[in-house]
């Protein structure tokens, strides 16, 4: 598989090569021969958006129009049928779950292991007992992230062992395991936290050690994230339209790194170069570097900040083509929601040569105010997304009622977007959501989560601190499989 990739990408490489080579004899002409070229190039299967070779030529020499890489009449229809066709292969076969999940040492739960069914599972009890730490399992199995801290000390069961002796010995860790059932096949996800004792009782937490497995062999989070797709939605979520810009951003890389490997790697080397030119900037406002130190950092944060970019224009074009009617239908409202991406690069296209284009041309303009502050302020770690309800912006002027359901729209359009982007049905996780739901708007989420193919039924982890017999009035929750959960301790009810 890697050498024929090599190999596609050598040959686009001479096709370019060969083109570029044929311009020399043109001076005049140079953009016209470079359209001619990316066109026959786009034409080809082998052909890569992101060659890095042939967008920096594009980007840099020919000046080329954004127009170029729109997609030729009758792609988007071709492409919509292939969806479809892929769809319908979908749907003969049995939809992607979670089929069995251990945790040893994480939060309160000393010792699990659960078996679960595809379909919905109704996990209840009083609060304080667990029910929001295992839905944090699975999206922590899932992204290596936790929905609610980013201290992994706190994800370690702190209480005494039962064995002072072997509490002396052994360091404090907690283990995660599950095994997804997918139509390719069964996969096995690990993840450790190891902690190192500190203080003279050992009490105290110091420093944690992350492992990672896939199938038994070590990893990196690349390898994981995206093995276990889940959409995970909780009453703190709300934040996503009254919160800062900083939330929002982490919703779009977490679940854009679910549907796509690519796009974390382009997050882990952005982050990576953004720090380094920052520190280059300072050096250059200190007078100890030359501004010319600050050109290899500046490429290559365009060249990852691009592919960012591209993937989040895209994801967030696609949710706001189908939230409108999830609103409406959740809200029982007329009114149109929309979400909007605010890039401080470029606000509308999705082709990556423009956008290449348009991040030089924004960092040659603000160049002089990088060095004055010594950050960069252009790319994606600074932009943001709107919610928009009829035209008013909903992160400023929304009700608190306003900005959940918009919220909650959105993470059911997540939803169907990622199962478009992946070909699986994700995992959904909702914490404590329905409580809060008018029986109407309980009936909409439950129907559109549980069976959103009429032949699927994907599986669903649902919380709740409402007594059972209150479920028992609506079908779905009745065939659930139910759980009870006291004091770290799942038992089927």
């Given at each position: 598989?890697?050498?024929?990739?090599?190999?596609?990408?050598?040959?686009?490489?001479?096709?370019?090569?060969?083109?570029?080579?044929?311009?020399?004899?043109?001076?005049?002409?140079?953009?016209?021969?470079?359209?001619?070229?990316?066109?026959?190039?786009?034409?080809?299967?082998?052909?890569?958006?992101?060659?890095?070779?042939?967008?920096?030529?594009?980007?840099?020499?020919?000046?080329?129009?954004?127009?170029?890489?729109h997609?030729?009449?009758?792609?988007?229809?071709?492409?919509?049928?292939?969806?479809?066709?892929?769809?319908?292969?979908?749907?003969?076969?049995?939809?992607?779950?979670?089929?069995?999940?251990?945790?040893?040492?994480?939060?309160?739960?000393?010792?699990?292991?659960?078996?679960?069914?595809p379909?919905?599972?109704?996990?209840?009890?009083?609060?304080?007992?667990?029910?929001?730490?295992l839905?944090?399992?699975?999206?922590v199995?899932?992204t290596?992230?936790?929905?609610?801290?980013?201290?992994?000390?706190?994800?370690?069961?702190?209480?005494?062992?039962?064995?002072?002796?072997?509490?002396?010995?052994?360091?404090?860790?907690?283990?995660?395991?599950?095994?997804?059932?997918?139509?390719?096949?069964e996969?096995?996800?690990?993840?450790?936290?190891?902690?190192?004792?500190a203080?003279?009782?050992?009490?105290?937490?110091?420093?944690?050690?992350?492992?990672?497995?896939?199938?038994?062999?070590?990893t990196?989070?690349?390898?994981l994230?995206?093995?276990?797709?889940?959409?995970?939605?909780?009453?703190?979520?709300?934040?996503?339209?009254?919160?800062?810009?900083a939330?929002?951003?982490?919703?779009?890389?977490?679940?854009?790194?679910?549907?796509?490997p690519?796009?974390?790697?382009?997050?882990?080397?952005?982050?990576?170069?953004?720090?380094?030119?920052?520190?280059?900037?300072?050096?250059?406002?200190?007078?100890r570097?030359?501004?010319?130190?600050?050109?290899?950092?500046?490429?290559?944060?365009?060249e990852?900040?691009?592919?960012?970019?591209?993937?989040?224009?895209?994801?967030v074009?696609?949710?706001?083509?189908?939230?409108?009617?999830?609103f409406?239908?959740l809200?029982?409202?007329?009114?149109?929601?929309?979400?909007?991406?605010?890039s401080?690069?470029c606000?509308?296209?999705?082709?990556?040569?423009?956008?290449?284009?348009?991040?030089?041309?924004?960092?040659?303009?603000?160049?002089?105010?990088?060095?004055?502050?010594?950050?960069?302020?252009?790319?994606?770690?600074?932009?943001d997304?709107?919610?928009?309800?009829?035209?008013?912006d909903?992160?400023?002027?929304?009700?608190?009622?306003?900005?959940?359901?918009?919220?909650?729209?959105?993470?059911?359009?997540?939803?169907?977007?990622m199962?478009?982007?992946?070909?699986?049905?994700?995992?959904?996780?909702?914490?404590?959501?329905?409580?809060?739901?008018?029986?109407?708007?309980?009936?909409?989420?439950?129907?559109?989560?549980?069976?959103?193919?009429?032949?699927?039924?994907?599986?669903?982890?649902?919380?709740?601190?409402?007594?059972?017999?209150?479920?028992?009035?609506?079908?779905?929750?009745?065939?659930?499989?139910?759980?009870?959960?006291?004091?770290?301790?799942?038992?089927?009810?």
């Amino acid at each position: 598989m890697w050498s024929t990739a090599r190999s596609r990408s050598r040959s686009t490489a001479h096709l370019v090569s060969g083109w570029r080579q044929a311009s020399l004899g043109h001076r005049g002409d140079t953009s016209s021969v470079a359209r001619c070229a990316l066109r026959v190039a786009r034409r080809r299967k082998d052909f890569n958006l992101g060659d890095t070779e042939a967008w920096r030529w594009r980007g840099r020499s020919t000046g080329i129009s954004r127009r170029i890489c729109h997609p030729e009449p009758g792609t988007r229809n071709a492409e919509r049928g292939t969806r479809n066709a892929q769809r319908a292969t979908r749907n003969a076969q049995p939809p992607m779950w979670l089929s069995q999940l251990t945790l040893v040492n994480f939060r309160n739960f000393r010792a699990l292991r659960l078996e679960p069914q595809p379909g919905l599972l109704l996990f209840s009890g009083p609060n304080g007992q667990g029910k929001t730490n295992l839905l944090e399992a699975v999206y922590v199995l899932a992204t290596t992230r936790s929905p609610r801290t980013s201290v992994e000390r706190e994800l370690l069961c702190w209480r005494p062992a039962e064995d002072a002796d072997l509490a002396a010995v052994v360091p404090p860790f907690a283990r995660l395991e599950s095994r997804v059932r997918r139509r390719d096949g069964e996969v096995h996800l690990e993840l450790t936290f190891e902690a190192e004792r500190a203080g003279n009782n050992g009490a105290t937490p110091g420093a944690v050690t992350r492992g990672i497995k896939v199938n038994g062999l070590a990893t990196r989070a690349t390898g994981l994230v995206g093995q276990l797709p889940v959409v995970y939605f909780s009453p703190g979520d709300v934040d996503l339209a009254g919160g800062p810009p900083a939330g929002r951003r982490q919703y779009l890389n977490l679940a854009n790194s679910q549907a796509s490997p690519s796009h974390l790697r382009a997050l882990q080397r952005y982050n990576r170069v953004l720090l380094q030119r920052n520190q280059v900037l300072r050096l250059v406002r200190e007078r100890r570097q030359s501004s010319s130190a600050l050109e290899p950092w500046t490429e290559q944060m365009v060249e990852w900040g691009a592919q960012i970019l591209r993937q989040r224009l895209a994801m967030v074009s696609d949710v706001d083509r189908r939230i409108a009617g999830i609103f409406r239908d959740l809200a029982g409202t007329s009114e149109t929601l929309r979400v909007v991406y605010r890039s401080t690069v470029c606000d509308t296209s999705t082709d990556t040569v423009a956008l290449i284009e348009s991040f030089r041309e924004r960092q040659a303009t603000m160049g002089a105010r990088e060095v004055d502050q010594a950050v960069s302020l252009v790319g994606p770690h600074r932009d943001d997304f709107t919610f928009y309800l009829d035209g008013v912006d909903l992160n400023t002027y929304g009700s608190r009622g306003q900005q959940r359901l918009a919220v909650l729209a959105l993470k059911l359009a997540e939803a169907d977007w990622m199962r478009d982007e992946i070909g699986e049905l994700p995992v959904v996780l909702l914490d404590d959501v329905l409580s809060e739901l008018d029986p109407q708007r309980r009936e909409y989420v439950l129907r559109r989560v549980a069976q959103p193919e009429a032949s699927q039924q994907r599986q669903v982890w649902i919380t709740s601190t409402e007594a059972n017999e209150h479920w028992q009035t609506h079908d779905l929750l009745r065939a659930a499989q139910r759980y009870l959960i006291d004091a770290g301790r799942v038992r089927t009810a």
